[in-house]
T-cell receptor, first 118, second 110 residues
Framework: ETGVTQTPRHLVMGMTNKKSLKCEQH?????MYWYKQSAKKPLELMFV???????ENNSVPSRFSPECPNSSHLFLHLHTLQPEDSALYLC?????????????????FGPGTRLTVL | RKEVEQDPGPFNVPEGATVAFNCTYS??????FFWYRQDCRKEPKLLMS???SGNEDGRFTAQLNRASQYISLLIRDSKLSDSATYLC???????????FGTGTKLQVIP
């Protein structure tokens, strides 16, 4: 496997279910991200991890719980979601680097999990 | 005001045309900028980073204007395969504060 992989690719769940999304990066990057993409809205950054430490949580409801056991794997645990949580959930990774006083952190995305909450 | 703003389009252009997109950002602390391309129902793919001096990659040219706080993407000799949504990204604080624009849709017509 190369790049960033995500499983499952599609998920349908009820509001009382508990499920987890998985992301794995094979690029040796030090940062991983979860994004939500809803129709006609920009990509929303949810969580950022750097070297397994969560460095950003953009006011995401507690029904979304991230886990980063190591720098290659990232999970998003889902619990009692709402229908409005239906969206494409994208994982990305980057290698944070600085050169000449500027930061370069091109992100590489996985294919996403298309989530439908009934 | 949105932190990153783009004209959603769509931009409908004939094959072979030159098309330009602008993207404005509101936070002057933004340090690095990127253009991504997203095809329908696919993940975003990095198109190019935007450097202060501007950069070119084949038919694509990206420019950064820090004084006016905008970045641009120029596509020359448009191909049908260029049809996609182009996302502008501004990053501040290293990898931590990443903001995507809503994207500009491009449709290249035969």
């Amino acid at each position: 496997e190369t790049g960033v992989t995500q499983t499952p690719r599609h998920l349908v769940m009820g509001m009382t279910n508990k499920k987890s999304l998985k992301c794995e990066q094979h690029l040796g990057h030090n940062a991983m991200y979860w994004y939500k993409q809803s129709a006609k809205k920009p990509l929303e950054l949810m969580f950022v991890y750097n070297f397994k430490e969560q460095t950003e949580n953009n006011s995401v409801p507690s029904r979304f719980s991230p886990e980063c056991p190591n720098s290659s794997h990232l999970f998003l645990h889902l619990h009692t979601l709402q229908p409005e949580d239906s969206a494409l959930y994208l994982c990305a990774s980057s290698q944070d680097r600085t050169s000449g006083g500027s930061s370069y952190n091109e992100q590489f995305f996985g294919p996403g999990t298309r989530l439908t909450v009934l | 005001r949105k932190e990153v703003e783009q004209d959603p389009g769509p931009f409908n252009v004939p094959e072979g045309a030159t098309v330009a997109f602008n993207c404005t950002y509101s936070n002057s602390a933004s340090q690095s900028f990127f253009w991504y391309r997203q095809d329908c129902r696919k993940e975003p793919k990095l198109l190019m980073s935007v450097y202060s001096s501007g950069n070119e990659d084949g038919r694509f040219t990206a420019q950064l204007n820090r004084a006016s706080q905008y970045i641009s993407l120029l596509i020359r000799d448009s191909k049908l395969s260029d049809s996609a949504t182009y996302l502008c990204v501004a990053v501040r604080g290293g990898y931590q504060k990443v903001t995507f624009g809503t994207g500009t849709k491009l449709q290249v017509i035969p």
